[in-house]
């Protein structure tokens, strides 16, 4: 019957929603496009049709071809890399030893963190002549001298991708315990009984029964890699000298800091259509796992 | 019926009288520096002045200006805010900031007691905006006793500064010169501006044109400086904030920065290991002037339309900025701070406190050389976009001659849409 009423009203049914939907992404996002159209000045009353001269001028501003690229490798490594650890993590969490509950609620202690204070701690931890990985590794004897990690250009990529990652592995990891928890059990033992070893059974039972949230986590972590701004920021400032500037930063420097709006919808726009366009690409690299049928 | 109108109108009247006499209260915006002092100042004020309360709100100060922008724009109800030098046009220009002058001529008396450098910093279009919080210059700061136990003396120009590095270098230390490196921190910008003023030179001329990209020029030649001392002669390590720089000072193993001269205070003061180590330097360079600047309480263009807030708004701004100049003396003694009062120039508490951690009289012939930067409309913004590509010359991924031609291209962009 409540399939019948949800087909016989569909758009009364979605009404509330789309309502939402409308107010919070459309209109946003259609006043985003139509503003990138402008050059607004926030402290100039005039405000002109330039039509697409803020996309010309961003893409061919010193900053974009650098940024671009930063972001497009920061996503690219941490996206892969977070779902990989939150699924062995997810795994680890799933079971039981002794201090499991502990062990979870520390695992989650990083999505509980600002970013900015996040930032401050992998700080303490990267610093070049105080930080304590340095400590630990002279200590060690893996090292014979401090390593500058935030002063050099690749070193400061890794680590604030290493921090990254390591805000982002609860979330994940909570969805794939979700995805994990819900497999049959008796598949495994049936595999057991037909002698499949352990990674038999995690390439054929386990990563098909978990490709659609696993999809869905790395849809997620490309979106918070490719908007990712605030940790680097407190880590490094995008530096140093650009090596860890990030596209997201000027959407909110060209508005705020430069409060060049016009530009900065431009910018925003563009992010919101390569972000798209990998979205698709993945859906399309795993057809069928994110349809509604299945 | 008679009963009742009279009893609705007795409750209006009732109403009125107790909002009348409800104290107003004021939306005060700062960037987080020693909140304890200015909550305690606060509550003073409000002791002193019963029928205003002030409800304090702190930002990051690398975030200040973008929240505020955010705020004034977004008409967040915001009546007296901490301003620079730098934002005062923008805001200005854009309506959010009101002149004092104009409702208030009696600030004017305030003129002559304030710093040069500073007064300037506070004025946009003649007119007053603002009382100052605190103004400083941005000097040259050296531990004298490593210098003096390498035989070295106090350098007097860049070329110097550079031959005493690679001599501390090759008795062993790693990084003689240390920099607070952060392109999101506007003082990242002022302490370059304040080494190109040591070496005399300007980074715009009196028409506003850039000077910058002149390779001939002495920012050209100072950002070289820069980006040699980093990429060919590893002389410099970055410290990302001037809280950093100062206990890595007291490590001995640097022995230059360049910073808000405030630092020297916290630098020089125990328990910091190597407290009174530390002094001032004339700015290297043939001028031997560096950047003053102002950083001062504005009333906002909401507080200003409203008579209430708007004279509320004044005493408080007078009671921190003018006046005795208690405040401002208060965080001269008790955190260093400079001042744009000339008053407290001399001022025995002030000179008593100063002497534990500079020599004053240094100071008086720093702060004499000092200069103000240029201010146009644009600055903030076009600062904000600088920064990050010299953030990048800096560690050598762009050559000093592509940035500083960006700088001005971008420099003139600005001219012209705000000019037009």
Known sequence: VARRELSRYPIEWLFPVLILVIVFTVYPFGYAIWSSLFRILLISPKRPFVGFKNYLDVVSSIYFQEALLNTLLFAAITAPLTVVIALGVARLLLTRFFGRGVVRAVVLLPWAMPAVVSGIVWVWIFHGRWGVLNAVLLKT???????????????????????HIWTQIPFASVLLMAALSIINKELYEAAEVDGAGVVRKFFSITLPQI??????ALIYELIMGLTAYDLTYAMTGGGPGGATTLLGYYVWAESFKMLQFGRGAALGVIMAAITLALI??????????????? | MKRSLLMALGLLLLGTVVLCAAPVTLNFVVWSYNIATIQDNIAKFEAANPDIRVKLQDYPWNQY???????????????????????????AAAGWVASLEDFFPEVKKYKEKTAPYALADMTYKGKLYGLSYYADIITFQYNKVILKNNGLSVPKDWDQVLQECLKLKQGGMKYPFVYEYDATLPNFYSAFASQVYGRGGSLFDAQLNPLLNDPDGEAFKQLQWLQDAKVKYDIMAFENHETKVVPAMNTGQHVFTVLYNYNLAAMNKPPQALAGQFDIATMPGKAGACLGFAKFYCMTSQAAKDPVRRNAAWRFIEAFGGGDYKVAKRWAVEDGLGFAALPLMDDPD?????????????????AKLARNDVNPEWKGMWSEFFRPLMAKAFVGGATVKEVMDQGAAKWNEYKELLEE
């Open chain 2, 350 to 366: 002030v000179k008593k406190a100063w002497a534990s951690w500079i020599d004053m009289e240094k100071f008086k012939a720093q």
């Open chain 1, 280 to 294: 698709l690409a993945i859906m399309r690299a795993v057809p069928g796992e994110l349809s509604v049928e299945n």
């Open chain 1, 211 to 216: 490709k659609g949230m696993a999809t869905i």
């Open chain 2, 65 to 91: 200006h973008d929240t505020m922008v955010l705020r004034l724009k977004g008409r967040t109800r915001t009546d007296v805010m901490y301003n620079g030098e730098d934002w005062l046009p923008e805001f």
């Open chain 1, 141 to 163: 004897g893996i090292i014979s001298t401090y390593i500058e990690w935030l002063d050099h250009p690749v070193l400061a990529k890794f680590s604030v991708m290493v921090a």
